[in-house]
């Protein structure tokens, strides 16, 4: 079990045996950081793992009580952990899911279950796994998945399949390509890279993305999907009054110096949506850095696939 495993295996154990978080566990634990492999990561892959296993066994409610979640926010909270998208805004809005209550939860589940110390040690273990095998990927990491048709732009790898289209987006100022849109239907995902600079990571891209949204007259709320925290918005388009606003999901992943940015659009952005190919596509995509890159512009620019799109 590598560290990210360790310190949730330590942080379950403390929770069991004293019934609260400890403020050292809170702080090793990371929790709300999801763009990469942490403890809280971990804990909540975990849970979601045995709550799963449980559904297929048509068990979808827990037999005990939940200290600090009454019958319906426990309900809401496994929903939204099953996958449920109907149960999502509601557990956003009332802020169910925390530290404390998944921890109360995954011990209540364990509980339940009579699981050994040994059987909770290979779940968290299997969990710590399931983690760092979910992408996006730079091109240089060895764990990524081999096979799969990838369209090579240079700059990145993007899957494909039949009835997806790709198009190119260009530079105004130069002509280069600066990104890719994926479509599929009434669903788009335009995908973006960039170095990251100095402290820039996805955290503060989104904090800097979800503040100009609002002063631009639209809103974006910050909310856990597949591919980790991501922002929910609508935002102001150029169109006549009715038209004029654009609902959209921008998801985000911090690589080894770089990060790679999804902006999905359409029918797929939607907060109740289900589609999960905008997310296959995010997370299959290989990131190519420039081996001489620009020392002033963080943009990954793309080329043409030499055998077209």
């Known amino acids: 079990m590598g560290e990210a495993g360790d310190v949730a295996r330590s ?49 979808s409610d827990l037999g005990r009580p939940v200290r600090g979640l009454d019958e319906e926010e426990a309900g809401l909270m496994l929903r939204t952990l099953l996958g449920d998208a109907t149960a999502v805004p509601e557990t956003s809005r009332r802020d169910l899911i925390t530290l404390d209550r998944l921890l109360g939860l995954l011990a209540s589940v364990i509980a339940e279950e009579s699981m050994s110390e040994e059987e909770v040690d290979a779940l968290l273990e299997a969990a710590e796994e399931s983690c760092r095998a979910v992408g996006p990927w730079d091109e240089s990491d060895d764990r990524r998945p ?19 289209k790709i198009e190119l987006m260009s530079s105004r100022e130069d ?41 631009r007259g639209g809103s974006a709320e910050e909310r856990f999907g597949p591919a980790g925290t991501e922002l929910q918005a609508v935002v102001r388009v150029q169109g006549p009054p009715g038209k004029d606003r654009q609902t959209a999901r921008v998801l985000g992943h911090d690589g080894p110096g770089w990060i790679l940015r999804g902006f999905v659009s359409g029918v797929g952005a939607e907060p109740d949506s289900t589609e999960e190919w905008p997310y296959a596509t995010f997370q299959g995509t290989v990131v190519r850095p420039p081996s001489a890159p620009s020392a002033d512009d963080p943009l990954i620019r793309l080329r043409w696939p030499e055998s077209g799109v």
């Open 175 to 215: 002509g280069s390509i600066v990104g890719v849109t994926v479509i599929r239907g009434r669903t788009a995902i335009q995908l973006q890279a960039f170095r990251a600079l100095g402290d820039t990571s996805w955290a503060t891209v989104r904090e800097d993305l979800a503040r100009t949204i609002r002063g």
């Open 11 to 59: 942080v379950v154990a403390q929770f069991r045996r004293d019934g609260f978080v400890a403020p050292e566990s809170a702080e090793r634990t990371e929790f709300e950081v999801w763009d990469r492999t942490t403890p809280g990561r971990v804990l909540l892959v975990a849970l979601q793992t045995l709550l799963m296993l449980r559904a297929e066994d048509g068990r």
């Open 146 to 164: 081999l096979g799969g048709e990838l369209v090579d732009l240079g700059g990145l790898l993007v899957p494909t399949e039949p009835g997806l």
